[in-house]
């Protein structure tokens, strides 16, 4: 079946844009998890989403946000963005849970702000 | 709260020799740990974890992974390397089976396999 699929896979924006990037995952599959991978900081975990709830939130200021539609498919928001922000950013989804459960992960988006 | 540390920021083996990537952990009680790899341009991939039971844990690609709850340790371990191994392996680390937010991946190992 199919893996995880992020789109775009590169993205350059400029501070003080917002992006939008997406995630669909593994048919089936309800958590979607969001990272945030940078050479400085490694990965983070930025929040997973079940059922169309946001269930756990890492340690991220408010211009991270996210979404996750009915088909599971999720959505990633960032606002105001900071040349800090540019990041490899990985989504990963599992049956039920992150934890429990195996984490597929997609190939990321290589967010760049200029 | 968790953390994880792998020591080794790049380790260079040679094809068919065996290789230990080390993990440490600090965590006061059972962690959930887990292991990754990364290829260049890839997302993660789950090697192995450990929630409980035996320590000796049997992953894919031919890796395994040894709990030490005495030394706080999760290395992973493979007895003989093909080129395709060469990637970066992270340790990761959580203390609640029911969310990740609380989980900890260490900043990665990178792996050069010598034809």
Known sequence: ?114 | AQSVTQPDIHITVSEGASLELRCNYSYGATPYLFWYVQSPGQGLQLLLKYFSGDTLVQGIKGFEAEFKRSQSSFNLRKPSVHWSDAAEYFCAVGANPYNNNDMRFGAGTRLTVKP
Request: one cysteine or more; glycine letters at 10%.
């Open chain 1, 1 to 114: 079946k199919a893996g995880v699929t992020q789109t775009p896979r590169y993205l350059i924006k400029t501070r003080g844009q917002q992006v939008t990037l997406s995630c669909s995952p593994i048919s089936g599959h309800r958590s979607v998890s969001w990272y945030q991978q940078t050479p400085g900081q490694g990965l983070q975990f930025l929040f997973e989403y079940f059922s169309e709830t946001q269930r756990n939130k890492g340690n991220f200021p408010g211009r991270f946000s996210g979404r996750q539609f009915s088909n599971s498919r999720s959505e990633m928001n960032v606002s105001t963005l900071e040349l800090g922000d540019s990041a490899l950013y990985l989504c990963a989804s599992s049956l039920d849970g992150p934890v429990t459960d195996t984490q597929y992960f997609g190939p990321g988006t290589r967010l760049t702000v200029l």
